[in-house]
């Protein structure tokens, strides 16, 4: 299978990096799976950057599987991961507006054949986001970006992990976190050779 890795932080010590990239891409070469990444805060994201998101809409184009890693920072992924989702997931290339009436239109998905997982790290603890803040970056994410250009799945809200408190945390805590990578990969591997 075809892998897209994504990985959208600055720092190569931080957990996103160092532990799930590394997890991720660990996991696909011990199977010898095809992979390409897309390194976001290795990139030159100067303008004009054309070239640059052509060059990540190939890979999309030429991906089955997506893996997208980021941090929450003021609720929201990275600035390099929002801008790789404003900028690449454009109409035209992964979705469309179907007009139902003069003021009102769906978006029609194009990227429907991808599979999409994504890990989100927070340093918050799991209670107020899920509670006062009613799990507003998880669903932001999923209805508002990947229904869009992935269609409506309920795949992708399991399939979209949260970790919390991650600079808080056992280094236990950690490894527990790193192993349903594993095994989330492994079950990826596992549904794509059959």
Known sequence: MKNLIIIGHPDKN???YNGIFKTVLSELQNKSEEIEIIDLYRCSFARPRDQLV???KK???WSENIYIISP???FRLTPRTETFFDEVFTPGFAYKFI????TYAYPKPFLKDKKVRTYITHGSPSLPVLTLYVNSVKLRLVMGVYTFVFGWR???FTKTKQFWSVPFV???KRKKYLE???RDIKKDILKNTR
């Open 99 to 102: 007009n139902i009436t003069k």
């Open 170 to 172: 056992s280094d236990a």
């Open 72 to 74: 929450v920072w003021w």
């Open 154 to 156: 309920l795949s992708l």
């Open 59 to 61: 890979l999309i184009t």
């Open 14 to 16: 931080s957990f996103c």
């Open 180 to 182: 349903s990578v594993k």
């Open 54 to 56: 052509e060059s990540f």
